[in-house]
Nanobody
Framework: QVQLVESGGGLVQAGDSLRLSCAASGRTFSSYSMAWLRQAPGKERERVAAIRRSGAGTYYADSVKGRFTISRDNGKNTVYLQMNSLKPEDTAVYYC?????????????WGQGTQVTVSS
């Protein structure tokens, strides 16, 4: 069993930066590929970034490429999402999730979500 707890969301202005963190319980964190997904009101959930179990490989949605960076520290059981040059359209609830396959989109564990609001 893995529990995921996100933190770092908040209200910022366009152009600002935020760093989200997702802390995982358990000793099997490095066994899971991790992803950040977001969902805005009235929109479908979108995978914005993913990172391989080893950390040696990442994926980004076109909408965030060049602005967001995903990273992980397997020693600290934590995955991060550095978000720069934020835009109002980045406003959403952000979730971290764990998948058993690298870049897999069948997520076994989810965090509770953290709200990110970007004002114009």
């Amino acid at each position: 069993q893995v529990q995921l707890v996100e933190s770092g969301g908040g209200l910022v202005q366009a152009g600002d930066s935020l760093r989200l963190s997702c802390a995982a319980s358990g000793r099997t964190f490095s066994s899971y590929s991790m992803a950040w997904l977001r969902q805005a009101p009235g929109k479908e959930r979108e995978r914005v970034a993913a990172i391989r179990r080893s950390g040696a490989g990442t994926y980004y949605a076109d909408s965030v490429k060049g602005r967001f960076t995903i990273s992980r520290d397997n020693g600290k059981n934590t995955v991060y999402l550095q978000m720069n040059s934020l835009k109002p359209e980045d406003t959403a609830v952000y979730y971290c999730a764990a998948a058993q396959a690298d870049y897999g989109q069948v997520y076994r564990y989810w965090g509770q979500g953290t709200q990110v609001t970007v004002s114009s």
